[in-house]
């Protein structure tokens, strides 16, 4: 890889195996910007695994891995497991072509060939078992709504059906009078409208009713993502006190699950049965602090509570459970990042590979000139992309 970057000038990134306490403290070291593509560079490739870990890290830190450049391919599935992951690999030599080289050559004999094809033909080499993928048949919103018991679940999966709209829109906007207009101009399109009330210069009480009037004019829901992360006791004085007074206007509403199932307990104490919340499992943003470990935890944790949990913000498939919503932000036909670290895919990224039911979409369609063709827009790519999924 150091030759390759030295000859073409093109910048190298290297990945740790584990982050030092001093310096940069980063897994990946290099000069990159977030939306960048990146190869990987490997000597030999068996199972794959080494190059999805790899992958995984340097996704992480925002750059985007489509292709394995190897000089060896042991041919024992390494390329399968790998186009699994959506990575294509390039290989130098690969050991049938070098044992047809040694045999031509006379330097080994034929039975010495012939059981090496065999091994290689008949012994795999599979990935650690956490890079595994399981097969899991993708239902309708049609056919999750009978697998859930929670009202609001049911009630979301019949939107995105009836209405054909796997959207989210993210109203970042600071002024009552242009959320509004947008949720009226932007509701046939979309089934969730996404808020964030406490930026909002000038929220006043009667905000809240003229929003909900507009969810049910369009049949859409309201998330508030106030992102809720303190103790249970403060929690539930946020989502029902206030000046805002979340729980009298909002569907749903965002929670981290740092403070752990106390947050969920509080929240769910303080709501209506019709009500529920979305845990944030993994956030789009370069260099975010969440493990992998953190991530099966929150998704541990909101699995334990089905019957107040919808489902998760993610960047991958983290659960396979059909009662729960996968919600992926950072959507954007436009897939470069922003200057903050936003870090963005497309819709069919984010619905085929990524495994979303829902695309949350925020600058693309607020900033475009016609935030309702955009919205249309996005709204086939996403519906076609969980179509697309269904089918296959």
């Not at 390759?4 to 190298?12: A, G, H, I, N, Q």
């Not at 953190?294 to 949990?309: H, I, L, Q, R, W």
């Amino acid at each position: 890889a150091t030759c390759v970057s030295m000859k073409t000038s093109l910048p190298m990134v290297m990945r740790r195996k584990e982050a030092k306490s001093y310096g940069t403290k980063q897994i990946i070291e290099g000069n990159y910007k977030a939306g960048q593509k990146c190869v990987v560079v490997e000597d030999i490739v068996s199972s794959g695994s080494s190059i999805i870990e790899t992958s995984q890290a340097l996704t992480a830190a925002g750059l985007v891995v489509t292709d394995a450049v190897v000089f060896l391919d042991r041919e024992q599935g390494g390329s399968e497991n790998l186009l699994q992951w959506n990575i294509k690999t390039h290989s130098i030599f690969k050991i049938t072509a070098i044992l047809d080289t040694l045999l031509a050559t006379n330097r080994i004999v034929p039975d010495v060939a012939r059981d090496v094809r065999e091994f290689v033909r008949t012994v795999k080499a599979p990935l650690v078992r956490s890079l595994q993928k399981k097969e899991v048949k993708k239902l309708s919103f049609k056919e999750r709504a009978l697998l859930t018991s929670h009202p609001l679940a049911q009630r979301l999966f019949d939107i995105m059906e009836e209405k054909r709209t796997n959207l989210c829109v993210a109203a970042d906007l600071t002024r009552s009078s242009e959320v509004l207009q947008l949720a009226d101009i932007l509701g046939p399109h979309i089934c969730i409208f996404k808020t964030h009330v406490d930026i909002l210069e000038d929220f006043s009480p009667d905000f809240p009713a003229r929003l909900k009037d507009l969810a049910q004019k369009h049949t859409f829901l309201i998330m508030e993502d106030r992102k809720f992360a303190d103790i249970g006791n403060t929690v539930q004085q946020q989502y029902t006190h206030g000046v805002y007074s979340i729980q009298a206007w909002a569907d749903l509403v965002t929670v981290h699950a740092f403070p752990g199932p106390a947050v969920l307990t509080a929240l769910k104490q303080a709501s209506l049965p019709d009500q529920g919340c979305v845990l944030v499992a993994e956030m789009s943003s370069a260099g975010s602090l969440g493990s992998k470990d953190y991530t099966e935890a929150s998704v541990k944790m909101g699995e334990d509570v089905p019957d107040f949990v919808l489902g998760f913000v993610c960047q991958s498939r983290v659960s396979d459970k059909p009662n729960f919503v996968l919600m992926t932000p950072g959507v954007q036909m436009d897939t470069a990042g922003d200057a903050l670290g936003q870090q963005y895919c497309s819709p069919s990224t984010a619905v085929s590979e990524r495994g979303a039911d829902i695309i949350i979409v925020g600058r693309g369609i607020t900033k475009s000139e016609d935030p309702a063709a955009a919205a249309q827009e996005y709204q086939k790519a996403g519906y076609n992309a969980y179509m697309a999924s269904v089918a296959s």
